[in-house]
């Protein structure tokens, strides 16, 4: 296996008169770590839902793992391997934790008679073992809707961690959250990707997350990419100091 | 050990009553078999609008469905059916005890699987339509099955089809169908019962809180409503053969297929008992029908009203129903843990707490 | 059937017949279907009782016609009367619901439905009724063609009124605060206006139409009790198949339901007409739900 795990080209994509996305080129490569950055109204979480199949695209090529998945649903891409989060949390508000990830089991081996079984215990454990693993442990029999929303978030990364994925596409994953909290997140990111080798693909506003986290940043601007390179070459260009302070892109 | 005890006694208690309930109060056997159909009513509502949020306004068309196919089959066995309706009534069919049991059987059976693969179209023919289109969707079918069915001369359109006697005397009549409503509410109850208990039911009410974040964990949605649907109409089903028997007429608009009774009634329950649980459609179809013998014993001429004016009160200042105000006031009856102050809840002990931060 | 289908093709002249009784119901339907919008678009409340307020409407104005009111004089107290009704109606239940889910106000209106239905049984009875207008009949065609003249004034109110209403909604204040109010209410209260206001006249706007379209459905045809929802049916399809806020759609929709439900009735036998009506919802759901596909969204 080899090549890029996610390999966007040309894909643009309008809402009515607004194109939010205007032949957005770029590749996310195998066990990586990379950042999606730009300013705000870029075209960043459009990118994400054309990926993750939640509107079709008006033209261009996703790839992922070397299959098109541009014609594809939410659900087939999901049970390929392709999990996001998203940027106002969503979890299942009424049910508690550890159901939260129960439900988040993955689906793409599931057959048709599997829903009628109970869970086993060491799936249940798996569940728990996750949500100690992002923190929630103490809290995994409160329903999640009644949670904080830094917990909730922590929650929904669990439930995508549950779910075994092969990349994870996090949109804004600390946005929200307590900056105490942010380097223990930072950290488990890290090990997600490390230990359990998941790709990771990084929308982000916090500059010392990305900077931190990524080793590979692309920058968009109005729709397109701007430039893209490891956070050092990102961080210096002009090119995306101007994006971010307003200058004409 | 406490709880299981007392869940098991509960039970016992009820099967006592409901066994003994037609020896004891013979004249009555009808409305009490009425009873457990509205008990399957509300059970099998709840699958589809309390567990999985799909309203669905015309779950009463399977309850019609099974009820003409259980009737066509138990006089198809035996007579021409065209002949038989177009007669209307002048021809009296006669049954060997063996023949009606046997029809009875075959019918309720066929009607419990026409009724599922009903649902199973329905279910594929309606992917994608949710919330309020779905709701009147459906209302549509039931109405649509109503009117098809009263303009079609075969099954004896707008005149019914006169069901078939039942071989024994009086009195015997009444207890075969009151026990068999009683099995069925039962089987009902078991069955759900125990589909709560697997992977399905964390799924439906996945599907029910949020679908679109369900279809994104790559749940196969489709499934699961194809299951739930076909799950509730398999007992409506059931429930219909038994009641076209019971009641001794089928007629499309008021009998088989009541929107605006029975159609609504099921929610009402449902949502007054407490939705999207077990008992919540059990309570709720209890107190329902208490309230329906007392509106038609004491306000007669008014119960519709009266009825209509409880499914109102409910709806809009009763949502949780009664189970659902019983958890609020008391969730620790229900295992629902409530978020201390202060600290955190222990638990269980657990090795390793969670990872300290390092900062970059 | 084929029958029928013949006698369409073989004198043509009666396709004439069809169509324009279809178009004077039609025309009712309009009027119905854009009240039902009117409300689901700015509250968001989809009225299930819209066809019982319609018979409500009717009842009314054959009661004043029993105490020798003529009907179309008795359009304006009636709409003034449903006006109240509905005020009271929004005070007491839609205010509640409003803010809730869907199915709750949807749930709540039906339970009205079933309380305006039965209430009207008690009332009056099941049976059928209408109401003389006193009017000609209109002979075209050498006598082939018949229209009540009725159904020519029906068709002429119905316009009327909708050009009342679109006017209000568009030139007055009022009107500007609905349509803010259904654009986005939460901007609209910051702008001051009274989102409870603005529902509560729309919810009775929307009674008084109902009662106007009733009068109008007890003179060019009949009322009864239990026929409201086979009205509420119809507004919901057409409705569904115009889309929210799009006049002229619901205007073109209910003339081609009120034509279309005229030859089924002639073609298929009348039994067959709220079948026809019910399927072609199904069907429209469907098409919508398809065509809404290929931009993978889900009809809600």
């Known amino acids: 296996m080899s090549g890029p795990i996610i390999e966007v080209r040309g894909v643009t994509k309008a809402f009515g008169g607004v194109v939010a996305n205007r032949e957005v080129s770029l590749t996310v490569e195998r066990g990586s770590i990379t950042g999606l950055i730009g300013p705000n109204g870029s075209g960043k979480t459009t990118l994400f839902s054309s990926i993750v199949g939640q509107h079709p695209i008006d033209s261009g090529s996703i790839r992922f793992d070397g299959r098109e998945i541009s014609r594809l649903g939410v659900q087939g891409i999901a049970r390929l391997g392709l999990q996001r989060t998203f940027q106002q949390t969503r979890v299942f508000a009424k049910m508690d934790c550890v159901q939260n990830m129960l439900v988040s089991l993955p689906q793409a081996e599931s057959g048709f008679f599997d829903m009628f079984k109970p869970y086993p215990p060491d799936l249940i454990a798996k569940a728990e073992h996750l949500l100690e693993f992002v923190g929630l442990y103490t809290k995994r029999r409160l329903a999640a809707g009644s949670l904080s929303f830094g917990q909730q978030k922590l929650l929904e990364f669990a439930m995508a961690l549950m779910n075994e994925p092969k990349v994870l596409l996090l949109d804004e994953p600390t946005a929200g959250i307590n900056p105490t909290l942010i380097n223990g997140l930072i950290d488990r990111l890290k090990r997600a990707n490390r230990d359990y080798g998941i790709t990771l693909f990084v929308i982000e506003h916090n500059m010392r997350v990305v900077m931190n986290l990524a080793q590979h940043i692309y920058c968009m601007a109005v729709g397109k990419v701007l430039c893209s390179g490891t956070p050092e070459e990102v961080k210096n260009d002009p090119r995306v100091i101007d994006a971010y302070l307003g200058a004409a892109a | 050990m406490k709880l299981a005890s007392r869940t098991a006694a509960l039970h016992a208690a009820i099967l006592v009553v409901g066994l003994a ?3 004891v109060f013979p004249a009555h056997s009808v409305q009490f078999a009425v009873f ?16 999985m949020g799909y309203n669905s306004l015309g779950n009463i068309a399977f309850f019609g469905i099974g009820m003409y196919i259980c009737a066509i089959t138990q006089i198809g066995l035996v007579y021409d059916v065209g002949e038989y309706t177009a007669a209307n009534g002048a021809v009296a069919i006669h049954f060997t005890d063996a023949q009606y049991f046997g029809g009875l059987a075959l019918g309720t059976a066929l009607a419990a699987v026409g009724a599922t693969i009903m649902a199973a179209i329905l279910s594929w023919v309606l992917a994608g339509i949710r919330g309020p289109y779905f709701a009147i969707g459906t209302l549509g079918v039931a109405i649509a099955a109503a009117e098809l069915t009263a303009a079609w001369p075969w099954v004896g359109g707008g005149q019914g089809i006169s069901m078939p006697v039942f071989p024994g005397g009086p009195g015997m009549r009444e207890r075969f169908f009151y026990f068999a409503c009683l099995a069925a509410a039962v089987a009902c109850y078991l069955f759900f019962r125990w589909l709560y208990g697997t992977r399905f039911k964390l799924a439906v009410n996945a599907i029910r809180d949020d679908e679109d974040k369900a279809e994104a964990l790559g749940l196969h949605t489709r499934r699961y409503k194809a299951v739930a649907w076909s799950s509730a109409a398999f007992f409506l089903g059931i429930a219909g053969a038994l009641f076209g ?14 929107t605006l009774t029975f159609g609504i009634f099921m929610i009402a ?18 107190v329902f029908y208490v309230m329906r013998e007392l509106t038609w014993t004491y306000l007669l001429g008014w119960q519709y ?13 009763f949502q949780q129903g009664i189970l659902g105000w019983v958890k609020s006031r008391r969730p620790e009856w229900f295992g ?25 | 059937m084929v029958e029928n289908l013949q006698i369409l093709t073989g004198a043509p002249v009666f396709n004439v017949q069809l169509l324009l009784n279809g178009l004077s119901v039609g025309a009712i339907f309009a009027l119905i279907a854009y009240g039902l919008g009117l409300v ?3 509250t968001s409340v989809k009225n299930l009782s819209q066809g019982d307020m319609v018979m409500t409407g009717g009842f009314l104005a054959y009661e004043m016609n029993k105490h020798g009111v003529h009907p179309i004089v008795a359009i304006i107290p009636v709409a003034a009367i449903m006006f109240a009704l509905g005020w009271l109606i929004y005070r007491i239940i839609i205010r509640r619901v409003i803010e809730l889910d869907l199915f709750t106000s949807l749930l709540a209106t039906f339970g009205m439905a079933i309380v305006i239905q039965q209430s009207l049984n008690l009332i009056f009875g099941p049976d059928v009724r209408t109401i003389k207008s006193g009017f000609d009949t209109l002979h075209l065609f050498g006598g082939q ?15 009327l009124l909708a050009i009342a209403m679109v006017a209000f909604l568009r030139y007055s204040r009022m009107g500007q605060a609905i349509r803010a109010t259904a654009q986005d209410p939460r901007a609209a209260r910051v702008l001051g206006i009274d989102t409870d206001t603005v529902y509560a006249l729309t919810f009775s706007l929307n009674a008084a139409i109902c009662g106007a379209a009733g009068v109008l459905v007890a003179m060019v045809w009949v009322i009864a009790p239990f026929y409201g929802i086979g009205y509420s049916v119809r507004a919901f399809v057409i409705v569904t198949a115009a889309g929210l806020g799009n006049l002229p759609g619901v205007i073109v929709m209910a003339l081609a339901l009120g034509v279309i439900e005229q030859y089924s009735g002639f073609v298929l036998g009348a039994q067959f007409q709220q079948a026809t009506v019910v399927s072609l919802l199904i069907l429209i759901l469907v098409f919508r739900q398809l065509s809404l596909l290929r931009s993978r969204r889900a009809l809600q």
């Open chain 2, 269 to 286: 329950m449902t949502l007054l008992g407490g939705k999207g649980t077990l008992w919540g459609p059990i309570i709720g179809a209890t």
């Open chain 2, 21 to 23: 309930a037609p020896f």
């Open chain 2, 36 to 51: 457990w159909i509205m008990v399957l009513f509300a059970l099998t509502w709840d699958a589809m609008g309390g567990q």
């Open chain 3, 40 to 42: 689901w678009g700015v």
């Open chain 2, 245 to 258: 028997n019971m009641t001794g007429f089928v007629e499309p608009l008021e009998t088989a297929y009541p």
């Open chain 2, 336 to 360: 629902v843990k409530v978020e201390e102050r202060g600290g955190p809840d222990s638990g269980k002990p657990r090795p390793a707490p969670a990872p300290k931060a390092v900062s970059a």
């Open chain 2, 305 to 317: 009203i009266a009825l209509g004016v409880l499914i109102i009160v409910t709806v809009v200042y």
């Open chain 3, 145 to 159: 063609v018949d229209i009540t003249q009725i159904r020519l004034i029906a068709i002429a109110l119905c316009f």
